[in-house]
């Protein structure tokens, strides 16, 4: 896979999943830290032109910096839950198909400490450079699961002893009614027509965003953001109460 940008790129150095670095004439300290990073890890480096750098990044913002990474280790549904660092929170996307919906989902789940991320391996956003961009480098330490159908991989959950929570404009309750500090997984469903009938017939109850102004619904990278740092607070909280 090839990934651009610095953080991007010092993310997956750090990670220890780059096997050829690329750049341009772009000095800096941070590009001087990046190629430090390399030369510690002895990944290759070569020097090319803007052309080259501009042509392997599809024309996205590559800061002067490309990078060929290894992809990630295959990982299940059930090794996602298995291998959860505390009580198991996880994303399940359906039907997301913008990159950088993707990358900014990866790097919100990041920051919230989410045990892994489920997409769709068809029909939806690849984890290609736009989307590593977006995630500013999260894509290179965020466990992910691809599956074939996810409504099937709900179903699987489920059967792992984990709350499946679907999002959804008219949903069962206020996502803050909900006990996210169960091990849970929050399905999110795609830009344009959310979750699919059968996903979220699979989901253990739907939750909703209050809306409070004239649009109808919050960006999909958003709404994944205000439910996780909800989960977040709930299990902090959760944390620090004394067991009667």
């Not at 070569?46 to 913002?61: F, Y």
């Amino acid at each position: 896979m090839i990934i651009y940008g610095i953080n991007p790129v010092l993310e997956a150095l750090r990670a220890g999943r780059v096997t050829e670095v690329r750049v341009g004439d772009r000095g800096g300290d941070r590009m001087r830290a990046l190629l430090a990073l390399a030369a510690e890890r002895r990944v290759r480096v070569r020097h090319v032109d803007s052309e080259a750098l501009a042509r392997d990044a599809r024309g996205g913002v590559h800061q002067g910096v490309v990078a060929e990474v290894e992809a990630s280790a295959d990982c299940s549904v059930e090794d996602l839950v298995r291998e959860a660092s505390g009580v198991p929170l996880l994303v399940v996307l359906d039907g997301v198909e913008d990159p950088h919906n993707l990358g900014a989902i990866l790097r919100t789940s990041d920051a919230a400490g989410v045990d892994g991320v489920v997409i769709q391996s068809r029909r939806a956003a690849a984890l290609g450079g736009a989307a590593a961009k977006a995630s500013a480098g999260a894509v290179a330490h965020i466990r992910i699961a691809e599956v074939v159908n996810i409504a099937r991989a709900v179903s699987e959950l489920k059967e792992l002893g984990v709350w499946t929570v679907g999002l959804a404009g008219d949903g069962d309750r206020p996502y803050d009614a909900v006990d996210l500090a169960l091990p849970t997984a929050i399905v999110l469903g795609g830009e344009g027509e959310g979750l699919r009938r059968l996903v979220r017939e699979r989901c253990d109850l739907t939750a909703s965003i209050p809306m409070l102004g004239h649009v109808e619904s919050l960006n999909v990278s958003v709404a994944a953001g205000v439910v996780l740092f909800e989960a977040v607070r709930q299990r902090r909280q959760s944390s620090r109460t004394p067991k009667s």
